[in-house]
């Protein structure tokens, strides 16, 4: 029998080849990420990853690294995810990257800012519905020479169904973990960017809150939040703060609580219109 032929994926201008002969597999893959199967000039990054069979772990490689396990799909996603990220950081230190969901308006990017579980994710998904287009759910790759915000294109991950208000398309990936709704299938469309940074808004979430609220930072307020998500500060002159400090000066910056997300994403189109 040939050989599966292997996928490859474009990310940031680096070229990752993928190979998977198991057949699962190769579906989260294709879910979660634009895959090809036209090889590219050069190869950046190399995997095999997959599973002996149903009754076994899946498990990925990356180069020469030792193999690493996961228990199931959900955990198979994020340790590729998590894998890809670190070595995306290496291979582009050049860009400042944040904990940040990055979305397209008008032309201009704007970052949604905040650790895990602050509803950053849930957010991005009801503002896709709002005018907004994606470029990313949990990474915000900034061009300091350049001011722009480059898109990091897969799907979007949720941890929990969001509101009737945003029901979920029919072919969302649903693990034991995560919820993955497919690029093709989110409602503002994918930009392929680069696209200048217009606003950043550091978000949190308040279920006790009745409404939401947004206030203007400043930019030490902003540079400091910044600063504290960051993924490769050390990367950059002044380990990462001289970055953050850029960076924070390259739009306007909100703090923003959301709520009924009807009304966040109401506050924030008005905040956009007002800059």
């Given at each position: 029998m040939a050989p599966p032929t292997p996928l490859f994926l474009s990310?940031?201008?680096?070229?990752?080849?993928?190979?998977?002969a198991e057949e699962r597999t190769r579906g989260l893959l294709a879910a979660n990420f634009s895959l090809s199967s036209e090889t590219p000039q050069k190869i950046d990054l190399a995997y095999i990853v997959g599973r002996e069979d149903k009754k076994r772990p899946f498990?990925?490689?990356?180069?020469?690294?030792?193999?690493?396990?996961?228990?199931?799909?959900?955990?198979?996603?994020?340790?590729?995810?998590?894998?890809?990220?670190?070595?995306?950081?290496?291979?582009?230190?050049?860009?400042?990257?944040?904990?940040?969901?990055?979305?397209?308006h008008g032309g201009k990017a704007y970052l949604l800012v905040a650790p895990s579980g602050s509803g950053k994710s849930t957010t991005t998904w009801a503002l896709l519905h709002h005018g907004f287009?994606?470029?990313?759910?949990?990474?915000?790759?900034?061009?300091?020479?350049?001011?722009?915000?480059?898109?990091?294109?897969?799907?979007?991950?949720?941890?929990q169904e969001p509101p009737p208000a945003y029901p979920l398309p029919a072919d969302v990936l649903r693990t034991a973990r995560t919820l993955h709704v497919p690029t093709g299938s989110l409602p503002g469309g994918v930009s392929a960017g680069p696209f200048p940074l217009a606003a950043i808004f550091f978000v949190q979430y308040n279920p006790k809150a009745h409404s939401p609220t947004i206030q203007s930072l400043s930019k030490a307020e902003a540079s400091i939040r910044l600063?504290?998500?960051?993924?490769?500060?050390?990367?950059?002159?002044?380990?990462?703060?001289?970055?953050?400090?850029?960076?924070?000066?390259?739009g306007a910056c909100f703090k923003l609580i959301t709520a009924d997300l009807l009304s966040s994403c109401q506050i924030v189109r008005t905040a956009i219109a007002g800059l």
């Open positions: 990310v940031l201008g680096c070229h990752v080849k993928i190979a998977c498990f990925l490689r990356m180069g020469n690294s030792p193999s690493v396990v996961a228990a199931d799909e959900g955990e198979f996603l994020y340790l590729f995810e998590e894998s890809l990220t670190l070595a995306l950081q290496r291979l582009r230190s050049d860009l400042y990257f944040f904990h940040a969901a990055a979305l397209e287009a994606y470029l990313s759910d949990e990474l915000g790759p900034v061009d300091l020479d350049t001011s722009e915000v480059h898109p990091y294109s897969h799907a979007l991950c949720l941890k600063f504290a998500n960051a993924l490769n500060p050390l990367a950059h002159p002044g380990s990462g703060l001289d970055g953050s400090i850029k960076v924070a000066t390259m």
